[in-house]
Each structure stands twice: as structure tokens, then as C-alpha cells.
């Protein structure tokens, strides 16, 4: 058997599944699709291929209660990219899935930041109350 080793590199990003902070939300296959066309647009801007592990979860912060998608990424050692790039291409295709899915903020934290990348700085989701105890 083969062992094949890489440095450490893990990254993960949550994405709501509310279209625009509307009541709207985005299906798992529609996701998915829209994933897999940011995927093939980072293929061909970066030649680079991001191997994507989605996993359902839900965001609850002072009354926001939002179905979600976590995106965890890392360094596959069969097809090891350098650290820089590989946190450009996903800087890149969270930047295409917002756009995409109408998000206005989404998290990346990698192993040494953590960056928020938003379009709008005073747009909040309406359903988060500070005056509210939940």
C-alpha cells in the first residue's frame, strides 16, 4: 500500500439556503448545481479542481434560525496545489457561489485567518434581533 502525504491545509465556509434573506429557499440539487458550475469555472480561470465536502447545518444567532450548507475543504494529497493558490480558488468560488445564490455574507476560516467576504455591509438578515433574548 502507498501512503502519500501533504501538508495540512483545511478550510470551511457556511452558506445559507435563504435566497437574498427572503423566505426563499435554495433546494440541495439546486446548490449542488450551482457548486458544481463554480467548480468547472475555477477549472478553467485556475486550472484548478476543488474537491468539496457539503454537509447540511443551520446558522441560529440572536433570532436568525437559517437552514445552511458547511463547505469543507483541505489538501488532497493526490492533487496537492500551494497553500496561496489553493486558498485563492476558494476565496473564488465562494465569491462565484454567492453571487450565484444571492448571499450577501459568507465566512471562510482557514487553519490561519479567517476572511468575511459581503457585498453589502449594512444589509443583516431581518430575522436577527439584538433586543431579543432568543
Known amino acids: ?3 502519500i502525504k501533504a501538508q495540512t491545509f483545511r478550510a470551511e465556509a457556511t ?3 435563504k435566497r437574498g434573506y427572503s423566505n426563499e429557499l435554495i433546494s ?3 446548490f449542488k448545481n450551482k457548486l458544481a458550475g463554480a467548480q468547472k469555472e475555477i477549472f478553467s480561470e485556475m486550472n484548478m479542481k476543488l474537491s468539496v ?3 447540511p447545518c443551520t446558522i441560529v444567532f440572536s433570532g436568525q ?5 458547511s463547505l ?3 489538501q488532497y494529497p493526490k492533487f496537492p496545489y500551494e497553500i496561496e493558490k489553493l486558498k485563492n ?3 473564488r468560488l465562494i465569491e462565484l457561489l454567492m453571487k450565484s445564490l444571492d448571499q450577501n455574507r459568507v465566512v471562510i476560516v482557514f487553519d490561519d485567518e479567517t476572511l468575511m467576504m459581503e457585498e453589502d455591509a449594512d444589509r443583516l438578515d431581518p430575522g436577527i434581533n439584538f433586543n431579543s433574548s432568543r
Not at 434560525?65 to 450548507?69: G, L, N
Request: no cysteine.
Open 15 to 17: 452558506v445559507g439556503l
Open 28 to 30: 440541495i440539487n439546486e
Open 72 to 74: 469543507s475543504f483541505i
Open 53 to 55: 465536502k457539503i454537509t
Open 65 to 69: 434560525d437559517e437552514e445552511s450548507i
Open 1 to 3: 500500500m502507498r501512503i
Open 89 to 91: 480558488g476558494i476565496i
